[in-house]
């Protein structure tokens, strides 16, 4: 990576603004089944009619660092010429002993450079540092690529909240998905 990370102190960064936008074609189509002996869920990747886009002007709040109740957060990032090309927040819970990721963006013109990954690795280390059980984080199940990432930095599905964003998030296709990834015994 031929650029270097560095801590966003919070006099400096705290309330910027994390352009989170992107363009998908797909969704993971998740539904709920209710019957006299439980529930089946079922999260199958399906195409949209037409793309859909996401920008953080479409939100009532967008994505900032050093948000108020994120207690204990920390930031790294890649400056260039005093703006943001890529950031990781991360907070911990220490209720149950784990780190939580709460921003993760690259700029575009950084993506596929291994950004990304190393951000990735940061929260991992931090993990691996303060013994936390877990690195957790959220995505909407429309953000495809944003999953497959998670999934190949080693994050593995654990959860998700039908109306976290709007009560009707499953017709919208924006259902919050919670990943986690989990240090082997040998490394907490």
């Given amino acids: 990576m031929e650029h270097q990370l560095i801590l966003l102190s919070k006099e400096q960064w705290e309330g910027a603004t994390i352009p989170i936008a992107y363009t998908t074609e797909e969704y993971y189509d998740i539904t709920v089944e209710r019957s006299e002996d439980g529930f089946t869920m079922n999260m199958k990747k399906k195409r949209f009619a037409q793309p859909v886009t996401h920008t953080p002007e479409e939100y009532d709040f967008p994505d900032r660092l050093y948000e108020k109740h994120w207690e ?12 943001l090309l890529a950031a990781i927040e991360t907070a911990p819970e220490e209720w149950s002993n784990r780190l939580r990721v709460t921003e993760l963006w690259v700029d575009e013109s950084l993506r596929g450079r291994g950004v990304g990954h190393a951000l990735m690795e940061l929260a991992k280390d931090r993990a691996r540092q303060e013994k936390r059980r877990a690195v957790m984080l959220e995505t ?10 998670y999934l190949h930095e080693g994050f593995t599905l654990i959860g998700f ?11 919208r296709k924006e259902v919050r998905v919670e990943l986690g990834w989990f240090p082997p015994a040998g490394e907490r």
């Fill in 72 to 83: 204990k957060a920390c930031a790294w990032g890649i400056v260039r010429d005093g703006g």
């Fill in 140 to 149: 909407q199940s429309c953000n495809v690529n944003a999953i497959g990432f």
């Fill in 161 to 171: 909240d039908a109306c976290c964003y709007r009560n009707n998030d499953l017709e």
